[in-house]
């Protein structure tokens, strides 16, 4: 069964300094990951997603993340936070041989202090 | 761009009553998604579509029932509306290759009384 964690459900980063939040999967094929972010009052919004190559992978605005499938993890990054990027942040997990489930873990909340 | 749109971005409803959720999708996607957004617990599926008339149950579908007659549309039915239902239900719709990302709607929040 696919399954999504997010360790931590509150972040908080000073601004101009380097973000993680961290996400592990469970899947039984290969894995589908993603991104999103929830603005207030917003729904949710696509930032990036790995399927097959580099492991590392660029997204909007800024952010990027890192594939590792030896601890089965893939954590959201950015170099230099912002406050306009406090948000409620979702990990997902689809199961790549074929199905269309995806699976959301239960989100970060992320706080950047000015 | 994509646009996914949701009937109502609140609605309170009375327990007993039938509700009705409505999405529309403009990009012709395969693949249309109906979650429930609670505190701590993320985003659950509900259940999903991946064509006109099929849909598959997701992982709380209890006390819920879809619709989708044509590609763009796909409702979400609750047949006799629950306290526990009070919940943000949000929409997403996808491809079924290539662009496999959701898309998604702003959300209805729900409220039973």
């Known amino acids: 069964a696919q399954s999504v964690a997010q360790p931590e459900d509150q972040v908080n980063v000073a601004e101009g300094n380097p973000l993680t939040v961290k996400c592990t999967y469970s899947?039984?094929?290969?894995?589908?990951l993603f991104w999103y972010v929830q603005y207030p009052n917003r729904g949710l919004q696509f930032l990036l997603k790995y399927i097959t190559g580099d492991n590392l992978v660029k997204g909007s605005y800024g952010f990027e993340a890192e594939f590792n499938k030896s601890q089965t993890s893939f954590h959201l990054k950015k170099p230099s936070a912002l406050v306009s990027d406090s948000a409620l942040y979702f990990c997902a997990v689809r199961d790549g041989t074929g199905g269309f489930k995806t699976i959301f873990g239960a989100g970060t909340r992320l706080f950047v202090k000015a | 761009d994509v646009k996914v749109t949701q009937s109502s971005r609140y609605l309170v409803k009375r327990t007993g009553e039938k509700v009705f959720l409505e999405c529309v999708q403009d990009?012709?996607?395969?693949?249309m998604f109906w979650y429930r957004q609670d505190p701590g617990l993320g985003l659950r599926l509900i259940y999903f579509s991946y064509d006109v008339k099929m849909k598959e149950k997701g992982d709380i579908p209890e006390g819920y029932s879809v619709s989708r007659e044509k590609k763009e549309r796909f409702s979400l039915i609750l047949e006799s509306a629950s306290t526990n239902q009070t919940s943000m239900y949000l929409c997403?719709?996808?491809?079924?290759?290539?662009?496999?990302?959701?898309?998604f709607g702003p959300g209805t929040r729900l409220t039973v009384t």
């Open positions: 899947v039984s094929g290969n894995p589908y």
């Open positions: 990009m012709d996607h395969e693949n």
């Open positions: 997403a719709s996808s491809l079924s290759q290539g662009l496999i990302e959701q898309y």
